[in-house]
């Protein structure tokens, strides 16, 4: 009688959990069809300031240039101390950076210029990045697809001086992408002042560098910043102001050798790119005025 007890309880227990197990069995595969159901992407519409829609009219859909300028710390490099700029800077900072850079480009390369061939991010970050030698990092070129713009926060819209030095940054870095499209003559560019480049460029000053045929201090680094830096200095400048700092230069031959740099300059923009780079000049000189008026 008990061994029969027993047995009927073992039969009641084993169904019951059979049971238990086919319900959970049922509620996990409920939940994982629930989960497969799902998207694990974020979906939703998200919430655009008045400034995202600026850019997105004006940088993104105009140019297909996405800005950054909200804090992400996989983008920046975190040995220096960076952060983003206020939000209020950002606008009026990528207003000039459009009027005077973009538009200039546009006109004269053609609506599709700066489209076709541009970075496709600019990162904005507020403040100043030094480097370990003392010197000031004032933008970076990744790769051509991302122009890295310092000193945000300290732009002043007012003062030519200010404007100039921070879109000397953009005039440079774009540069440096035009030539990763298609290469310039380095070789030929080395061989007006091959023995005058230096790793040590910041010892020297730039009313030095020019009486030794280079157009500012940092072109003294490599024949690539040297190239980059002639194109930097004949847009920030008008062609009147850009022919007083040769002017100003009492060494001739260092004057000469910069006239050479400047002719394959010039010959470049107009062989490979279509452009000539003293009408650049002009609309850069009057978009900049425009900017401080």
């Given at each position: 009688?008990?061994?029969?007890?027993?047995?009927?309880?073992?039969?009641?227990?084993?169904?019951?959990?059979?049971?238990?197990?086919?319900?959970?069995?049922?509620?996990a595969c409920g939940e994982?069809?629930?989960?497969?159901?799902?998207?694990?992407?974020?979906?939703?519409?998200?919430?655009?300031?008045?400034?995202?829609?600026?850019?997105?009219?004006?940088?993104?859909?105009?140019?297909?240039?996405?800005?950054?300028?909200?804090?992400?710390?996989?983008?920046?490099?975190?040995?220096?101390?960076?952060?983003?700029?206020?939000?209020?800077?950002?606008?009026?900072?990528?207003?000039?950076?459009?009027?005077?850079?973009?538009?200039?480009?546009?006109?004269?390369?053609?609506?599709?210029?700066?489209?076709?061939?541009?970075?496709?991010?600019?990162?904005?970050?507020?403040?100043?990045?030094?480097?370990?030698?003392?010197?000031?990092?004032?933008?970076?070129?990744?790769?051509?697809?991302?122009?890295?713009?310092?000193?945000?926060?300290?732009?002043?819209?007012?003062?030519?001086?200010?404007?100039?030095?921070?879109?000397?940054?953009i005039q440079h870095e774009?540069?440096?992408?035009?030539?990763?499209?298609?290469?310039?003559?380095?070789?030929?560019?080395?061989?007006?002042?091959?023995?005058?480049?230096?790793?040590?460029?910041?010892?020297?000053?730039?009313?030095?560098?020019?009486?030794?045929?280079?157009?500012?201090?940092?072109?003294?680094?490599?024949?690539?910043?040297?190239?980059?830096?002639?194109?930097?200095?004949?847009?920030?400048?008008?062609?009147?102001?850009?022919?007083?700092?040769?002017?100003?230069?009492?060494?001739?031959?260092?004057?000469?050798?910069?006239?050479?740099?400047?002719?394959?300059?010039?010959?470049?923009?107009?062989?490979?790119?279509?452009?000539?780079?003293?009408?650049?000049?002009?609309?850069?000189?009057?978009?900049?005025?425009?900017?401080?008026?």
């Open positions: 009688m008990i061994n029969n007890i027993k047995n009927i309880i073992s039969v009641i227990w084993s169904k019951t959990v059979v049971m238990i197990i086919t319900v959970l069995c049922l509620v994982e069809e629930d989960s497969l159901t799902e998207s694990v992407l974020d979906t939703t519409t998200p919430n655009l300031t008045e400034l995202d829609i600026y850019i997105r009219s004006n940088y993104v859909s105009k140019y297909n240039i996405d800005v950054l300028y909200e804090w992400d710390e996989t983008i920046v490099d975190n040995n220096r101390y960076l952060f983003p700029p206020i939000e209020d800077n950002v606008q009026p900072v990528l207003e000039v950076v459009e009027k005077i850079w973009l538009d200039s480009y546009t006109e004269i390369g053609g609506e599709n210029f700066v489209k076709l061939v541009a970075p496709r991010q600019l990162l904005l970050v507020g403040g100043r990045n030094y480097n370990q030698s003392g010197t000031i990092l004032l933008g970076l070129a990744e790769g051509g697809k991302r122009i890295t713009l310092f000193e945000t926060d300290l732009v002043d819209l007012t003062d030519k001086e200010n404007i100039t030095r921070f879109l000397s940054t774009y540069c440096h992408i035009l030539n990763q499209t298609i290469p310039f003559d380095e070789d030929g560019y080395g061989e007006i002042t091959p023995s005058e480049y230096t790793a040590q460029w910041f010892n020297t000053s730039i009313a030095d560098a020019r009486e030794l045929g280079f157009i500012s201090d940092y072109a003294r680094s490599s024949v690539i910043e040297d190239f980059a830096e002639m194109v930097n200095y004949m847009l920030i400048n008008s062609n009147e102001e850009y022919n007083a700092l040769i002017d100003a230069i009492t060494n001739e031959e260092a004057k000469e050798n910069i006239r050479a740099k400047e002719a394959i300059v010039a010959d470049y923009f107009l062989k490979q790119w279509a452009i000539d780079i003293y009408e650049l000049q002009e609309v850069t000189a009057r978009n900049t005025q425009e900017v401080i008026n």
